[in-house]
Every structure is written in C-alpha cells, then in structure tokens.
C-alpha cells in the first residue's frame, strides 16, 4: 500500500510549510496541522485498510521531523510519562502525529510556554494540561491561564479526589487565578471536602473564608526575638490561623479516601512544622506523652510559659499537632483499603486525638 498521489502531495507541501504541529482525527480521517499562517486541514484518501493508510502517513510524518520512518518507540511512553527529558527536539515530536509523543512533550521537565501552546492544540486533555502547569515558566504565562480555564471548567466532571486534589494545587499556583474563581472553587470544598486539602497546602494564610480571631496573645517581645513557639501562637490565633484549623477540622472529619486523609494530616503537619521534633512520634498511643516531653524540653515553650503560664494546653496542642503527618496514620491505613464511612471509622483514634487539640487552639475545647 502507498499514499496516494493527492495526499503524498497535500502532506508533503504542508511539511514544506514550516508545520508547528500535527494531530490525527483517526475517526473522520483528517490530518490537521498547525502553520504560522494557521490551521490546515488535509483529509486522507486511503485505498485499503485505514490502520495501515494511517501507518504510512505516519512513517511520512516520522521520516520528516526525525529522520526515521520508525515514529515514536512504543517502549519510552512510560519512560518519557515519568517526566524524563527526550534531548533537546520536542518540537520535533509534535510533528508526528502520535499521542504519546506529545504527552512526552508535555511531562517534559524542558517543555517551554510555547512547546505547550504547541502540545495544547496538538492534545487538549486535562493530564496533560496539569503536567505543563506544574512548570512555573508555563503556568505564568498567557497559556498557564488557559490551561487553568480548561481545568476548572471540567472540574466539576472529574470524580477522583485525587485528581480533584491535583487540579486545585495546580491552579492555586499564584497568580494564575482571580479571587473570584478562587472563592467559587472554595464553595466546592462545602460539597467535596477534598477541595479543602489544596487550599490547606498552597494558601495556608490566605484561605477565602472569614473567621473571627482567637484569643489574644501578648507575646510581642518573643515574637521580635525570634521565638518559634512564640510566633506559631500568634498565628494561630489570628484570623487567618483561626481559618486554617476551621478548614483543617472540615477535612479530617469526613475525608472521602486515603488520599484525602493522607493530604489533610500532612498539610496539618506542615503547618506546625516549627515545633516539629527532628525525630517525631509515629505511634498514634504514644503520641501524647511524646508531646508532653516535648513541651518541658523546649526552651521556646518554656520561655512562653514564663510569660504566660496559661497556655500550658495550647502549647501542648501545637507539639501534638506538628507531628500528626500521615506517618502516624500509616499502621492504619497500611491494613486497609476501605473508603469512606468505614476508613474514617478506623481512623477515629488518629482524628479524635487531632480534632481534640483543634478545638483547643480554636477555644472550643470542653
């Protein structure tokens, strides 16, 4: 089987065009390649099977941009899906007309705004436009924010919480949002409380929602000299802090799977993480009284307790808090695959323990 004469000519003068990019509409038959002047559209004309006719326009396209029929090799698609570079040619692999090549491109750690504009036209799927704004380069430029359109748009279609979770640190990247879109995406977290784990990550000081602070703390002296107790206290109790840990309670209180659960405690963790031992408790029995060695051996702690002797509790709720990562989650959920209702069930003695220092840092404890 050949080309035929009219396609062999319409391809190869699009080559000859300065072509940026290329895709194949496999069901209609249509070759769409993407010039500097625009879009041109070439319908094919096979004589014969239509996988073998596509095979041939393809080794046309592969003899073109890489100088070998052979396309792009079946064996890298999970090599190059792992973000690994494939040299300095992307732009090349866009010209074959083969869908992993251009998610190569755009898992590519060397992809460029323009590469992804390319990529984009060549593929709009929504894997692919995450993979490219998770380059800062790409997310802060004029396609960055078309990607995060397309994302958000669908948002309300994807029903993993994990890829509802990927999305939203995605597009929370600064800047790439206006305040309202980020506050209709917050509105979701109401009806998905996984949306509340992003937020907890990326804006930890700056969630859309407004909260009365907590009780005040006169600690203004030790804050000025550095001290991380100290400071951790004043932000907690702040309006912003107050925020956090209403959000942080929302999200360990009906996370839907592991994932969310797993989120929830380490975006918790990483808050306190100024109080964080170097070698913190993973066992969830032995947790508090690890907290309680590290409140007395804390010379910040003590210098707190010197100047305000009542918040012996809340401190101890900061030292619980900043070593409830996933890690002391881990024996129970290693053992299980449950989800929803049942998971959280036998997460109960992780999060009561969590929720229980909350209420106290937010002065609802009793």
Known sequence: MELTPEDSLRLNVLLASGVQAIRIDEQNLVLHGLTPRGEANIPLHPEGRKESYLRLVRELLS???????????????????????MGDNLDKLLLLGEPEAVVSVAYSPKITAELARLAWWAMPVADNARRMLERPWVADSDIGKELAAFLIEHLPFESSPHVVMDTLRI????????????????????????????????????LPVAVQAGRPVLLDALVAQGNPAAILLTRVFAAPGQAFLHAAAEAVSRPADQDVAVGAFNAIAAYFSALRPASPCTAIADLEESARRQLADSAAAQAVLGVAPELDEVLF?????AQMDAEIA?????????????????????????????????????
């Not at 070998?68 to 899906?81: A, K, V």
């Open 317 to 321: 709720a900061l030292f619980v808090l």
């Open 171 to 206: 597009v929370l990247h600064p800047g790439l949002i206006d305040g309202e879109t980020r506050l209709r995406l917050w509105n979701k977290a109401s009806r998905d409380n996984a949306c509340y784990v992003p937020f907890l990550e990326r804006l930890p000081d700056d």
């Open 63 to 85: 003899g073109h941009a890489l100088g070998s029929p052979g396309g792009f090799p079946i064996y890298l698609r999970n090599w190059t899906r792992s973000g690994q570079p």
């Open 330 to 366: 881990r024996p129970i959920l290693s053992r299980t695959t449950a989800e929803g209702s049942l998971m959280r069930r036998k997460l109960e003695p992780v999060t009561q323990v969590l929720l229980r220092q909350i209420a106290v840092l937010r002065g609802k404890a009793g």
